[in-house]
């Protein structure tokens, strides 16, 4: 037995890899978790300069609050690990290349953008959950990976129904929703279920905690495809997982309310005041996609006109915060964004994951440039449903089909139309309207 | 934290089953600074097709075989650099 010494490495192990990318000559991304999406502008600064030195000076910002490079060179890797470990950063771990189940991680935990600002303040849940999950050898392989959303705003500006578990907040405690997910994985397309009971700010995290060992311990291990805990709750019935929680943690106060209490699906915070008299102020930014420049843009504004502190949101925007002088904010702003597209539009990556022949963000602009409307917009480019179409009133999922690249399209959830050609979608999205209105 | 290379006849073997992307090329690189023929063993797709890659470029003569969601990546100083 030869010994080598590598220390350098273990801090790294478990908490830091690269994804799989397959398209755009990318054959690796890199994906910074923010947990709540709370940034300020040194580490927006840096996160720029990674991207120059690493990643082409592209970024984009993901619909779970991170900021994800691409074409990063896995031999440099290390190099890029190490300088956003001296940040206080991590990324996803990625196991979605391995074909095992047992390679997954809590993902970023998602966050209302405003938190603090509108709303109670859940930066120390937020943090103490990725803390505790972040490279904790127990946690690091779970059957499939789990995505938890936390809300305080009494919004659903965190998506959710998407959620492996969301939490709620309506006043005196959190209503959690579980086993929602949005991909083909079993038992398909699954909107997260609201459990009647109440969960208080003190008990959140031995809460979360006990729901992902429940993860742990009985989803699926063999297959992929049944993995999610989505699959669990389906199976269990809430019942049966609230029994399981309360057995292990002691019980909680009952309520009876259900999902009506979320009036309407996947808002985005625009534009308005805060609890403290300042203004936030949210850009649009189409699909994500962001340069080095912008970066430093965002860094430098959030400085000059705020405390240096922004926020990503799920639909892939950059919220200012903190604003005193609003109107100069989005003077500045207008030069360099179109502060007219709307703010409810996300495409996932496929670009990138190579799925799709004509892609999610090309599909995304098309609508937002020829369908003057507020309505939300979601593409896919596969069945993995990473853009959660099934959310959007406008949502549309990508396939191959004998060669072609074709959609299907949702409207508000309902399937609409099957197998539609890129150049045809702004018809049947038109027609579709008109159905649903009538 | 050490890597252990199991010696087998003439090479050495390094297991990286279940490390992501990119410890196996990093935990290969290292190994071979202290060993000239080695077996590396990944089960992470990605590194399966970067190791070989890599260390070809490199100037290393590489063989890969796949057995069981497994892939055994042999690794030698090719003799003709």
């Not at chain 1, 994906?31 to 709370?38: L, N, Q, S």
């Not at chain 1, 004998?402 to 299907?408: L, R, S």
Request: proline share 4%; aromatic share 8%; with cysteine.
């Amino acid at each position: 037995m030869l010994e080598i010494e590598a220390d350098f490495l273990s801090k790294f192990i478990g908490k830091y890899s690269l994804g799989k990318d397959g398209g755009n000559g990318s054959s690796h991304f890199l994906r910074i978790k923010i947990p709540g999406g709370v940034l300020n502008c040194d580490s927006l600064m840096e996160i720029a300069d990674l991207s120059d030195e690493f990643g082409r000076g592209y970024a984009e910002i993901t619909d779970r609050q991170d900021i994800q490079l691409h074409w990063i060179d896995p031999d440099t890797a290390i190099e890029i690990f190490e300088r956003l470990y001296k940040m206080g950063f991590t990324t996803d771990l990625c196991g979605q290349a391995f074909r095992e189940t047992c390679h997954g991680d809590v993902r970023n935990v998602v966050c209302c953008p405003l938190m603090g600002k509108i709303s109670p303040d859940l930066g120390q849940l937020v943090k103490k959950i990725n803390d505790f999950f972040t490279g904790n050898e127990r946690y690091i392989t779970l059957p499939h990976k789990f995505k938890i959303a936390i809300t305080a705003c009494r919004n659903d500006c965190v998506k959710l129904f998407a959620n492996d578990l969301s939490l709620f907040w309506v006043g005196d405690g959190f209503i959690p929703l579980v086993g929602g997910g949005m991909g083909v994985s079993l038992p398909g397309v699954r909107f997260a279920e609201p459990m009647e009971i109440k969960v208080s700010l003190e008990r959140a995290f031995e809460f979360v905690k006990t729901v992902v060992d429940i993860h742990n311990e009985f989803s699926n291990t063999h297959s992929k495809a049944k993995a999610r805990f989505k699959l669990l709750v389906h199976e269990w019935g809430v019942e049966k997982l609230r029994d399981e929680i309360e057995k292990r943690i002691g019980a909680f106060p009952e309520t009876s309310i259900t999902r009506e209490i979320v009036k309407e699906i996947g808002i985005e915070h625009t534009h308005g005041i805060q609890s403290d008299g300042n203004y936030f102020f949210t850009v649009p930014v189409l699909g994500g996609i962001l340069d080095s420049d912008k970066l430093r843009l965002v860094a430098g504004l959030s400085k000059d006109y705020g405390n240096g502190e922004i926020r990503l949101t799920l639909w892939q925007n950059i919220t200012f915060v903190d604003i005193e002088d609003v109107e100069t904010l989005k003077a500045e702003l207008g030069k360099h964004f179109n502060l007219e597209i709307p703010h409810r539009a996300v495409g996932c990556p496929s670009d990138f994951c190579g799925k799709t022949l004509v892609h999610s963000k090309q599909i995304v602009k098309d609508i937002i440039h020829n369908l003057a409307s507020d309505l939300s917009v979601a593409v896919s480019g596969c069945v993995n449903g990473c853009a959660c179409h099934p959310l959007a009133d406008i949502g549309l999922v990508g396939k191959i089909k004998h060669g072609e690249q074709v959609y299907d399209l949702y409207i508000r959830g309902k399937l609409v139309k099957k197998d539609i050609r890129p150049e045809k979608i702004l018809l049947f999205i038109t027609e579709g309207l008109h159905e649903i209105k009538a | 934290m050490k890597l252990k290379l199991e010696k087998k006849g003439e090479r050495y073997i390094l297991d990286c089953r279940d490390l992501t992307c990119p410890f196996p090329l990093t935990m290969t690189k290292l190994a071979l600074k202290k060993v000239s023929k080695l077996e590396v063993i990944t089960n992470n797709p990605p590194s399966a097709k970067d190791i070989p890659e890599l260390l070809t470029k490199q100037g290393y003569k590489v063989d890969v075989n796949r057995e069981d969601g497994l892939w055994r990546i042999f690794i030698q100083k090719n003799e003709d650099r």
